[in-house]
């Protein structure tokens, strides 16, 4: 089957890219790229330290724009200038943006092109940060980072993850390009009607873990790190869909364009998502927790010299997802999630069945593949039209290719679907 081309949400857009000198900056390669696909012009600027980790030659070629770098280049001044350079934009996106740019951009410096650009321009700023969590928690960047958000600038991240540096792990991590991109689509997208496949469609997103308190201290959850459910709601937001995103506790950047409500437990969860409807569809990809403590300590549960533990009561807690399924206001199309280390389709197709859900996105999250809380993913799309395999690719690819199959469902009926009806193979 082709592969759809990336609709043109970007048409006619100028971007000003800022890169600046961090180890992420080879991500810059792919945002660049996807830029153009939708219809983006990316005028390229390089700090010194970005020239050390991308070449300004596949910058160039990907951007089919020449890099500008030099503050003091004769003729590149005389040919554009840079104060002409931070006006002939839509928008400007520093990405990464470094602890030291941050800082420049707060204090007002520009002693290179790039924080010259920034101090000179009239346009939106949006910022994606990089750098080492240490970093990121310093106070002085703290302060930085809090005067630009006074000052207008709009930031997207960063996230949490490991680091380039070894045994390095924390809030620091540049923010995903898809994520990136949803950013810029959300500041530069129509200020009319939604435009796109799902445009007018209402969706809910469910996303990331829930945590079950055991005592104000404790509580039972699971590695789920809400990347999967994130990425659905932004692809339902960029395809024009109105998205309510419900998300547990996680530690990554919201999606832009959505409307986020945070939650902690599963009947917090199933409140907000009973809020949420009508909807047009739901997509159950966060992973609840099925049990809860009966009787949550009031106090921390305390160790006592020679006693035994203290025992743990559970029940059940609400399912969700075959509620939405079951519910009076009913969306036209669910999906669910089955997250298995065994059996995985036999165990997705019961679940299909069990839960009354339409289709059921399948994966294994056995400790060896790393999917649980990792950034690819590898799923099997299970409906009453049978099993649809998918191969491994980014979470970001798998939640773009599952709400083409959504807008698929929809096109030409306000009924929900099946993968036959989306045009699986």
């Known amino acids: 089957m082709v592969k759809p081309a990336p609709l043109q949400t970007l048409a006619g857009k100028r971007l000003l890219l ?23 012009s990316v005028r390229p600027v390089m700090t010194a330290a970005a020239k050390e980790f991308v070449t300004p030659l596949a910058v160039s070629a990907l951007s089919n724009e020449s890099v500008h770098s030099d503050l003091f280049d004769l003729d590149r001044e005389n040919e554009i200038g840079h104060i002409r350079l931070s006006r002939e934009a839509d928008l400007v996106v520093v990405a990464p943006a470094t602890a030291n740019l941050l ?38 960047t703290a302060r930085n980072v809090e005067r630009l958000r006074a000052d207008g600038v709009h930031f997207i991240g960063p ?28 500041l530069l997208g129509p200020s009319g009607p939604l435009t796109g496949p799902l445009a007018g469609r209402r969706a809910i997103v469910t996303s990331g873990p829930t945590h079950e308190p055991i ?17 659905i709601a932004a692809a339902l937001a960029r395809a024009g869909a109105e998205v309510t995103l419900v998300s547990g506790p996680v530690t990554i950047a919201p999606p832009a364009g959505v409307t986020v409500v945070p939650v902690e437990t599963a009947r917090e969860m199933l409140a907000a998502v009973e809020a949420a409807l009508p909807a047009d569809l739901a997509v159950m990809a966060a992973a609840v927790a099925d049990w809860r403590v009966a009787a949550e300590g009031a106090e921390k549960i305390k160790k006592a010299p020679g006693s035994e533990p203290a025992p743990l009561h559970l029940v059940e807690n ?12 009913r969306p036209s199309l669910v999906v669910g999630f089955a997250a298995e280390t065994q059996n995985l389709l036999s165990n997705a197709a019961a679940k299909l069945a069990r839960k009354g859900c339409d289709w059921i996105v399948a994966n294994d999250v056995s400790p060896g593949t790393g999917i649980m809380g990792g950034d690819r993913n590898r799923v099997h799309l299970v409906s009453a039209a049978g099993v649809e395999d998918w191969p491994e690719m980014s979470k970001d690819e798998v939640a773009a290719r599952l709400v083409q199959r959504i807008a698929g469902s929809f096109s030409g009926s306000l009924g929900g679907g099946t993968a036959e009806d989306s045009g699986a193979q």
Request: aromatic share 4%.
């Open 18 to 40: 800022v890169i600046g000198g961090g180890i992420a900056a080879y991500k810059v390669l792919d945002l660049i790229r996807r830029l153009r696909e939708r219809g983006a």
């Open 318 to 329: 609400p399912d969700i997802l075959a509620t939405v399924s079951r519910h009076p206001k």
């Open 159 to 186: 996230e949490a993850g490991e680091m380039a540096e070894r045994n390095e792990a924390g809030v620091g991590r540049l923010a995903e390009p898809m994520s990136i991109l949803a950013g810029i689509e959300a």
């Open 215 to 231: 005592d104000p201290v404790r509580y039972i959850a699971n590695r789920s790190s809400g990347k999967q459910g994130h990425a």
């Open 103 to 140: 800082a420049k951009m707060a204090n007002g410096l520009a002693d290179d092109l790039a924080s010259a650009v920034l101090l000179a321009t009239d346009k939106p700023v949006l910022v994606a940060p990089a750098m080492n969590p240490f970093m990121w928690a310093n106070p002085a």
